[in-house]
């Protein structure tokens, strides 16, 4: 039998949940033994294959048009979806600006800002991502079939969780491997 | 008419970074751009939080260096509180931030970088990754994971978690240092050195054999600015150092008064800001931050090996070094810095005292936090109602004062290699290089951690797809 093959994105993040992956440290080489990374933040790969993978993560909240086909796209194309992080699991941080006028948000950090040139406007280009008024969880968005939360969650946790499903097994999150942050 | 070339990181449409290349009717480079595609809006949402819970909300900004927003916020909030911390509590303060600089660096240079320099600009990009080191060099790949590792566990051992911290509060700190956790980490000082004078080596041999291609590639004058204590290489807390392409002081000036010196430019292709400094104007007042900028403003580093490496980078060049692939020479010296650095501050007879917390808050109603981050100055500016309650908040964030630079290194490198009507794939690769020199931490401004995969599309006028190369 091949490696369970696995990939990953990131929508709207602080690249923590990434990180608390490599925390896993030593063990990324027994990772490596069992598990193809296909696309991921840390590899040159990033596109999930069209063909498919066993498993898909997404870190990070629904926040802008861009991020919305990436999460429509790795479901299309994985058989099982993990929501890795806060973010990712109930919108997170990022949902702080759903109680502001998304308007008012933009405006603040490219007109109003202290430091910045009088005169100043918020960047349109269509070039750039549109943020959507509302930052939404990716369930929101798409279908999850696992949930990991915690800002960022323990990497034994994101361990637990792949080593379960090498087993074959649905991991359930319980005691210090389950938290909210 | 020209054409215009798309570098995708494969996520046009879903984001993140990406670089279009304008060509003319002969297919030559005139213009490039770096669009940024990422915002959260931390400046807005703040408002009305109290500002105690501030170094508990901006870690989230970044997630690989979220000690650096932790401590500058700390910093504004002993400001906006009106409380110095005791000395123990900045010794353990810069620690943490030591931690930081190393895990950042060392993951950078091992994971992300070397990769590029062990395997090849031109090596297959299923393999060119932290995963084909390990199958390449297990022994290398293995002491990278264990000085990022090293890092981690500092900022573990003192804040109790290494990413996203509650530890660093207004005037100090909230736990102090536990012996046997001051004594692990000098265990394995020693260790970590030998790692990186070994990452040194290997840095610094590959600059020599590609003398011709370091030369060539996106190597320009530029000020540069970058924090120093009595002249030396500082990371925590001094003065800020402004000098010209010439190395020549422009100014220093304390960075608590950035509102009078800095200002930021606002491109309608990017949500990333341009900073520079104010009295030069824009764009002639932009400038280079982090490791390669930093060594360029200082006059020595305070610590024996580092400092000895240090003297060989001056001999490079007789003014700045200009070359962009430097930076990670520049990030591995510093690397070194920061366990010599976390060895003194162990050592330090202070480092276990319990006083750490100065409790005599007298809210001010504004203040100001400036750090190094490992991607360069970091600031954090808050103005607070008479309750503490955060009525506004201003951030310039450190991998935004190397817009400019990324920008510029990109059309350089593109002008230099790109040839619009020959297009290859090691061509773009290289564009891909001229980003990765600035190690762009975008989660704080956007998120392109890793390499960048690439879709090339090269359009008409009228947006019609002539070719498309792809690498993903």
Partial sequence: MGKVTLASDWLDVCSGCEMSLLDIDELIVELAKHVQLLSTPITDLKHPPESGVDIGI?????????????????????????????????????TMRNFCDVEKVLERAYVEAESVEPGSAVPRSPEIAKLFPQVRAVDQVVKVDIYIPGCPPPAKAIWFAITELLAGRTPVLTDDLLTYD | MGQKITIDNVTRIEGHARVTIHLDDE?????????????????????????????????????????????????????????????????????????????????????????????????????????????????????????????????????????????????????????????????EVDEMIGYIQEGIQICKGWLEQNQALVQAFANFPSNYLGMVK??????????????????????????????NYIAEHVEDWSYLKFPYYKSLGWPEGVYRVAPLARLNVADRISTPLANAEFQEWKAISEGPVEPSLYYHYARLIEDLYAVERARELCEDPDILSEDVL????????????????PRGVLWHHYWTDEDGLITKA???????????????????????????????????????????????????????????????????????????????
């Fill in chain 1, 58 to 94: 997404l870190t990070g909240s629904v926040s802008n048009d861009h991020q919305e086909h990436v999460a429509k796209e790795m479901r299309q194309r994985c058989k099982i979806l993990i929501a890795l992080g806060d973010c990712a699991v109930t919108g997170g941080i990022n």
């Fill in chain 2, 230 to 259: 009595d002249g030396a290489l500082e990371l925590y807390e001094g003065p800020l150092r402004l000098v010209d392409k010439k190395g020549t002081l422009i100014n220093e000036f304390d960075g608590h008064d950035y509102l």
């Fill in chain 2, 394 to 472: 201003n951030l310039i964030v450190a991998t935004g004062n190397n817009n400019f630079a990324m920008n510029h290194s990109v059309e350089l490198v593109a002008k230099a290699f790109v040839d619009g009507k020959n297009l290859t794939e090691g061509m773009l690769n290289r564009v891909e290089a001229a980003i990765r020199c600035y190690d762009p931490c975008l989660s704080c401004s956007t998120h392109a951690l890793g390499e960048m995969p690439l879709i090339v599309e090269i359009r008409d006028p009228q947006g019609n797809l002539l070719r498309e190369f792809r690498r993903d």
């Fill in chain 2, 27 to 187: 297919g030559k480079v005139e213009r490039s751009y770096l669009h940024i595609d990422q915002f959260r809006g931390f400046e807005k949402f703040s408002e009305g939080r109290m500002y105690f819970e501030m170094p508990v909300i901006t870690p989230r900004i970044c997630g690989i260096c979220p000690v650096s927003h932790h401590l500058a916020s700390a910093k504004a909030c002993d400001r906006v509180a009106g409380v110095e911390p005791p000395r123990p509590a900045h010794l353990l303060r810069e620690l943490l931030h030591m931690g930081q600089i190393i895990q950042s660096h060392s993951m950078h240079f091992f994971h992300l970088a070397s990769p590029d320099l062990l395997l090849g600009f031109d090596a297959d990009p299923a393999i060119r990754n932290v995963v084909g080191l390990i199958e390449v060099n297990p022994t290398l790949a293995l002491k990278a994971v264990k000085l990022r590792k090293y890092g981690q566990e500092i900022i573990r051992r003192l804040s109790g978690r290494r990413i996203h911290m509650h530890w660093a509060v207004p005037g100090g700190v909230s736990v102090p240092l536990a012996v046997e956790d001051r004594d692990a980490i000098l265990s």
């Fill in chain 2, 358 to 373: 100065n409790t005599h808050v007298q809210l001010t109603g504004e203040g100001v936090g400036v750090i190094e981050a």
